[in-house]
């Protein structure tokens, strides 16, 4: 069974442009969460999507955004980007609330 | 206060020896806990799930003290192999199934 995937592995962008991650959950789950994790730090939380709709965000302001596709896939995007903004983005899936999420390796976002 | 906290450590421990992490909770609410390790760079890796009547896997036992509001996870006949970060996760029904990882606990087990 193939697990959660994300692409790309790496991305390089400089101040104030646009990044767009992208992110397959397990077959069968409908639950996608994105998380942000700087260098050293902890997991914090993004968004989370169930059935399309978006269920959760955490405290990040409105340049991050995303959605969620009918197959389940989810894209997270981030506008305006910033040096802050610099962190490894990882994508969970479950199937349901409540559920055990299961990582994707993870996409590294680099702003120059 | 941090609504999940995690003794951040390091915790350095011989091969062999028995180690136990803490993770407190701050929202009475929270149902449902998991634990999972991450290595340096990598995605977190669920380890195991947090039952209140307790759970073992091998040579990990986890528990859940809702009177207190705290999960532990310990770890007998250390490994080399388990040095890694582990993070506790803390899903709470009443908050839109809102999910908050602790910052992880470090160990660090040496020959």
């Known amino acids: 069974e193939a697990g959660v995937t994300q692409s790309p592995t790496h991305l390089i962008k400089t101040r104030g442009q646009q990044a767009t991650l992208r992110c397959s959950p397990i077959?069968?789950?409908?639950?996608v969460y994105w998380y942000q994790q700087a260098l050293g730090l902890g997991l914090q939380f993004l968004l989370w999507?169930?059935?399309?709709?978006?269920?959760n965000r955490g405290n990040f302001p409105p340049r991050f955004s995303g959605r969620q596709f009918p197959n389940y896939s989810s894209e997270l995007n981030v506008n305006a980007l910033e040096l802050e903004d610099s962190a490894l983005y990882l994508c969970?899936?479950?199937?349901?609330?409540?559920?055990?999420?299961?990582f994707g390796d993870g996409t590294r976002l680099s702003i120059l | 206060r941090k609504e999940v906290e995690q003794d951040p450590g390091p915790f350095n421990v011989p091969e062999g020896a028995t180690v136990a992490f803490n993770c407190t909770y701050s929202?009475?609410?929270?149902?449902?806990f998991f634990w999972y390790r991450q290595d340096c760079r990598k995605e977190p890796k669920l380890l195991m799930s947090?039952?209140?009547s307790g759970n073992e896997d091998g040579r990990f036992t986890a528990q859940l003290n809702r009177a207190s509001q705290y999960i532990s996870l310990l770890i007998r006949d250390s490994k080399l192999s388990d040095s890694a970060t582990y993070l506790c996760?803390?899903?709470?029904?009443?908050?839109?199934?809102?999910?908050?990882f602790g910052d992880g606990t470090t160990l660090t087990v040496k020959p």
């Open positions: 969970a899936s479950s199937l349901g609330t409540a559920q055990p999420q299961h």
């Open positions: 077959s069968g789950h409908t639950s």
């Open positions: 999507y169930d059935e399309g709709e978006e269920r």
């Open positions: 929202n009475s609410a929270s149902q449902s």
């Open positions: 947090v039952y209140s």
């Open positions: 996760v803390v899903i709470e029904y009443t908050n839109a199934g809102k999910s908050t």
